[in-house]
C-alpha cells in the first residue's frame, strides 16, 4: 500500500510517499480502505519528533483520524461487517491507503456525509467529548471559554457545547476568525490579539466568569484562565503551545474552589476511548445526521500533498478542519 512517512524528524518537507506492508489486524479489529484522513497538531508534533507514537502503533506514518470502507474483519467483530462505511479514531497510521483499528473505536459515517467530513470527526470530537463533558462535567445552561475558537477543537466544541444546551466564548486570533466563531454559535469571540480575554469574559459575564475553561495554550495562559473562572470552575488543558511552565495563585484556587485537570487521549486504552465513541453516538452523533452541528472543511489536499497540508496548519490561517484525501 501506499503511505505518507515521517523520513525524518524536521520541517514538513520530510513527509514522503512510499510502499509499506498491509497492516496487520487482530481478532478484535477491522482493516479500513482509507478514503481520507484528518490532519491534527499531533501529527505536526510527531513529525517534529515531540511526539513519539506509543508501543504498538506505526512509527513512522502519522494520522489519528480516518474514514473509509471496512474491507476484512476479525474473528471477534461482532457489530461491523466488510463493506461497511465508517469513521474512527486511530492510534497513528492514518496516513496510509490501509489502517487497521479496534471495532470500538470505528462510528458510522452520519447521514449526508462524505468521507471527507467524515474523516475530520473523530480526534477532534472525541477529545472535547472527553474533557468537555466527561472531565470538565460541562451542564446545560452553564458557560465555556474554548482558546482556539477557529481550530478543529475549536469548531466542533463550540457546536457540540451548544447543541448540549451550553454557553459558549471562545478566543481567536483575528477579526475574521471570531466573526466565523459567533457565526458558528458563540455567544462572544475575543480577539486575543487586540483584547484581553480575561477582561472581556469579565465583562461578558458580569463578574461571574464561566464555569469550564478548554485551554490548548498553557504557559502565561494558566493564571489568567484561573482569573477567568467562576467559582467552582473548571480548567481543562489539553496542550501547552506557549509552555508548560509556569505560575500561579494557589489562593485563587481555594478562595474559588477550583479544579485544574487536564488529559492526553492518544495513549489511553482499547477500552476508554471504546466508550467516548458510544457516548458520542448516542449524544452527538444524532445532531450530525440532522444537520445541527456540520463538519467545518477549510482544506482538502490530495495525501501526497502531505507537506503543504501541514504548512498550512503551521501557519495558522486556517478556520476548521484540514483533510488528506486517498481518492483524490
Not at 466527561?134 to 447543541?163: F, N
Not at 484561573?226 to 489562593?251: C, F, H, P, W, Y
Given at each position: 500500500m501506499?503511505?505518507?512517512?515521517?523520513?525524518?524528524?524536521?520541517?514538513?518537507e520530510?513527509l514522503?510517499?512510499?510502499?509499506?506492508?498491509?497492516?496487520?489486524?487482530?481478532?478484535?479489529?477491522?482493516?479500513i480502505?482509507?478514503?481520507a484522513?484528518g490532519?491534527?497538531?499531533?501529527?505536526?508534533?510527531?513529525?517534529?519528533?515531540h511526539?513519539?507514537?506509543p508501543?504498538g502503533?506505526?512509527?513512522d506514518i502519522?494520522?489519528?483520524?480516518?474514514?473509509?470502507?471496512?474491507?476484512h474483519?476479525?474473528?471477534?467483530?461482532?457489530h461491523l461487517?466488510?463493506g461497511?462505511?465508517?469513521?474512527?479514531?486511530?492510534?497513528?497510521?492514518?496516513?496510509?491507503?490501509?489502517?487497521?483499528?479496534?471495532?470500538?473505536q470505528c462510528?458510522?459515517?452520519?447521514?449526508g456525509?462524505?468521507?471527507?467530513?467524515?474523516?475530520?470527526?473523530?480526534?477532534?470530537?472525541?477529545?472535547v467529548?472527553?474533557?468537555?463533558?466527561d472531565?470538565?462535567?460541562?451542564?446545560p445552561?452553564?458557560?465555556l471559554?474554548?482558546?482556539?475558537?477557529s481550530?478543529?477543537?475549536?469548531?466542533?466544541?463550540?457546536?457540540?457545547?451548544?447543541?448540549?444546551?451550553?454557553?459558549?466564548?471562545?478566543?481567536?486570533?483575528s477579526?475574521?476568525?471570531?466573526?466565523?466563531?459567533?457565526?458558528?454559535?458563540a455567544?462572544?469571540a475575543?480577539?486575543?490579539?487586540t483584547?484581553?480575554f480575561?477582561?472581556a469574559i469579565?465583562?461578558?459575564?458580569?463578574?461571574?466568569?464561566?464555569?469550564?475553561?478548554l485551554?490548548?495554550?498553557?504557559?502565561?495562559?494558566?493564571?489568567r484562565?484561573?482569573?477567568?473562572?467562576?467559582?467552582?470552575?473548571r480548567?481543562?488543558?489539553i496542550?501547552?503551545?506557549?509552555?508548560?511552565?509556569?505560575?500561579?495563585?494557589?489562593?485563587v484556587?481555594?478562595r474559588?474552589?477550583?479544579?485544574?485537570?487536564?488529559?492526553?487521549?492518544?495513549p489511553r486504552?482499547?477500552?476508554f476511548?471504546?466508550?467516548i465513541a458510544?457516548?458520542?453516538?448516542?449524544n452527538?452523533?444524532p445532531?450530525?445526521?440532522s444537520?445541527?452541528i456540520?463538519?467545518?472543511?477549510?482544506?482538502?489536499?490530495?495525501?501526497?500533498?502531505?507537506?503543504?497540508?501541514?504548512?498550512?496548519?503551521?501557519?495558522?490561517?486556517?478556520?476548521?478542519?484540514?483533510?488528506?484525501s486517498?481518492?483524490?
Amino acid at each position: 500500500m501506499k503511505a505518507i512517512i515521517i523520513t525524518r524528524p524536521g520541517l514538513p518537507e520530510v513527509l514522503q510517499i512510499a510502499e509499506r506492508a498491509m497492516p496487520a489486524y487482530t481478532d478484535d479489529e477491522v482493516l479500513i480502505k482509507v478514503a481520507a484522513t484528518g490532519v491534527n497538531r499531533p501529527d505536526i508534533a510527531q513529525r517534529k519528533g515531540h511526539y513519539p507514537p506509543p508501543a504498538g502503533a506505526p512509527q513512522d506514518i502519522p494520522g489519528l483520524e480516518i474514514a473509509g470502507t471496512i474491507t476484512h474483519i476479525g474473528a471477534n467483530v461482532t457489530h461491523l461487517k466488510v463493506g461497511d462505511e465508517v469513521c474512527a479514531l486511530v492510534t497513528g497510521g492514518g496516513y496510509a491507503e490501509y489502517c487497521n483499528v479496534p471495532e470500538g473505536q470505528c462510528l458510522p459515517i452520519p447521514q449526508g456525509l462524505s468521507f471527507i467530513e467524515a474523516a475530520s470527526l473523530p480526534e477532534t470530537f472525541f477529545t472535547v467529548w472527553s474533557n468537555v463533558f466527561d472531565r470538565g462535567r460541562l451542564q446545560p445552561g452553564e458557560s465555556l471559554l474554548i482558546h482556539g475558537g477557529s481550530s478543529g477543537i475549536g469548531v466542533a466544541g463550540i457546536q457540540m457545547a451548544k447543541a448540549m444546551g451550553s454557553i459558549v466564548y471562545v478566543t481567536a486570533g483575528s477579526d475574521e476568525k471570531c466573526k466565523f466563531c459567533e457565526d458558528l454559535g458563540a455567544a462572544k469571540a475575543i480577539n486575543y490579539k487586540t483584547e484581553d480575554f480575561e477582561a472581556a469574559i469579565k465583562e461578558t459575564t458580569n463578574g461571574k466568569g464561566v464555569n469550564v475553561i478548554l485551554d490548548m495554550v498553557g504557559g502565561n495562559y494558566t493564571p489568567r484562565n484561573l482569573q477567568a473562572l467562576a467559582d467552582d470552575g473548571r480548567l481543562v488543558m489539553i496542550n501547552m503551545m506557549e509552555g508548560k511552565d509556569t505560575q500561579v495563585d494557589l489562593s485563587v484556587i481555594l478562595r474559588k474552589r477550583l479544579t485544574i485537570t487536564g488529559s492526553a487521549l492518544r495513549p489511553r486504552s482499547v477500552e476508554f476511548k471504546s466508550a467516548i465513541a458510544r457516548a458520542l453516538q448516542k449524544n452527538i452523533w444524532p445532531f450530525l445526521a440532522s444537520g445541527q452541528i456540520k463538519p467545518v472543511i477549510n482544506a482538502v489536499f490530495a495525501a501526497e500533498k502531505a507537506a503543504d497540508a501541514h504548512a498550512l496548519m503551521e501557519s495558522s490561517r486556517h478556520i476548521g478542519k484540514i483533510v488528506l484525501s486517498f481518492d483524490a
